[in-house]
C-alpha cells in the first residue's frame, strides 16, 4: 500500500483527540490553556517536516525512492503506536509531554520524508498522459487517512462516555491505527523501484550534491514550490482544519456532531480529488488550479455564513460548498509540482513544501485555537481564505503542468 496513511493518520487523531490529549499531559493549565500547549506540541512536529525533508529528500535522490518511503513509514507507525502507550503527566510528570513532543518530532521528521516521496513515486511511475490521476492518489490518500482518524475516533467516542474518552479512550486510536498500519506499511517491501529513478541512475545522471545543485540551478523553481504549497495548505487546513474549531468552541455544536460533519465531508472530498485527478488529465491541471482558486473567493463568506447557523445540516453544507474547490487545488499539485526539477534533484526539491508545511500546517491550528478564546466571527476565517486564493492567481502564474509541455519532457524546469 502506498498512500501515505501513517503520519497524517496520527495528526488527525491527534488533532481530534486534543481535549483528552490536553488532560492528560497539560492537567495543570486546564481548558483552553491546555489545549493550546497539547496543539503547540502539535505545532512543533510540523517544525521537523523540513529536517526529514533534506535528510530523506537527499537520501532518496542518491539511494532511491523505495527506501526512504519504508523508513518513513515504519518510523511513523512506531511513533503512533508508542504515543498511545505513553504514561499520564500524574503518573510521571513532566516526563510525560517531554516524551509526547519527542514522538511528535519523529512524526514530523518522517512525513519530511513520507509524503513527498509517495506522490513523487506515483508521478514517476504513471504512464504518459495520467500524471495527474496518478499523482491525485497521495493527496487523495492523506485525506482517507484524516477520515480514518474521524471514523475511529467517532466510533470509540460512541462507544464510552467523555469522561472515559478523556481519561484513557483516547489511547485507542492511536493504538488501533498504529497497529493497523504496520501491515499496510509492509505492503511497501512489493513495491519496485521507480522507473524514472533508475532511468537517471544507469544514465550516470544522479547528483552527488541535490541541494547544491537546486542552489545553482533551480533556485526559482524552489522559491515558486515553496509558494504554491504555502497557498494548497492553506486553504486545505482553514477549511477541513479551522472549520473543525469553528464548530466546536464558536458555534458550540456537540463534539459528536462536529465529528459526523468531518467525516462526510472528508469522505467527499477523498472522492473529488480523484474526479479531478483525472478531469485535470483530460483538460488542463493549470485549468482546474485557477478553477479551484476562483471559486475558493467566490464561496468563502457564503460557506462561513451557513456553518454560522448553529446546526449541523447548515455546517455540512457550508464545508462542501468549500470541498469541490479545495479538492481543484489539492488532485494536480503532486503532477506540477513533481515535474518542476529534475529526476536527479526532484525529492531534495520537494523539501521546500515541507518548509511551507512548517509555517501552515502546525501554526494554523494553534493560531485558531488562540483565536477562538475570545468570541469569533466569519468575517476573519473567510478573509484569510479569500484573501490566500488571490495571492495564488499570481504565484501559479509561472508555474506549468505536465499538460503544458510536450508529453516526452519529463522535466518542467522554471530556470531553464
Known sequence: MLLPYPEWLDFAIYLFSAAGLAIAFFPESGGADGVIQTLSVLALGFLARPFGAIVLGRWGDMKGRRRVLLFSGF???????????????????????????????VQGFALGGEFPGTFTYLVEAAPVGRRTSYGSMAPAGAVAAILTAAVLVLIVRGAMSAEAYTAWGWRIPFLVGGVSLFF??????????????????????????????????????YISRFLFVLVVAMCFHFT??????????????????????????????????????????????????????????????????????????????????????????????????????????????????NLSYAVVGGSLPLIFALALTSEGSVIGPASVLVITAIAGLFIFLPIRGPDDTPKHDETLDMDR
Open 75 to 105: 518510523l511513523a507507525c512506531a511513533a503512533t503506536v508508542l504515543i498511545g502507550l505513553i504514561p499520564t503527566y500524574d503518573t510521571i510528570g513532566i516526563a510525560a509531554p517531554i516524551l509526547l513532543l519527542v514522538l511528535r518530532l
Open 184 to 221: 499496510v506499511v509492509a505492503t511497501r517491501f512489493s513495491l519496485a523501484e521507480s522507473p524514472k529513478w533508475l532511468e537517471a541512475q544507469k544514465a550516470g545522471e544522479l547528483s552527488d550534491a541535490p541541494y547544491r545543485d537546486i542552489l545553482r540551478n533551480h533556485w526559482r523553481g
Open 240 to 353: 477541513f482544519g479551522a472549520f473543525f474549531g469553528y464548530l466546536d468552541k464558536v458555534i458550540k455544536l456537540p463534539q459528536t456532531d462536529v465529528m459526523t460533519v468531518q467525516t462526510v465531508d472528508l469522505a467527499i472530498l477523498v472522492f473529488l480529488i480523484l474526479l479531478f485527478g483525472r478531469v485535470a488529465d483530460r483538460i488542463s491541471a493549470r485549468r482546474i488550479l485557477y478553477i479551484g482558486l476562483v471559486g475558493i473567493i467566490i464561496t468563502a463568506y457564503p460557506a462561513f455564513l451557513l456553518v454560522s447557523q448553529d446546526s449541523l445540516a447548515s455546517a455540512m453544507l457550508g464545508q462542501l460548498l468549500l470541498a469541490p474547490f479545495v479538492a481543484m487545488l489539492m488532485a494536480p499539485y503532486p503532477s506540477v509540482l513533481s515535474t518542476v526539477f529534475p529526476v536527479r534533484v526532484r525529492l531534495s526539491g520537494e523539501s521546500s513544501g
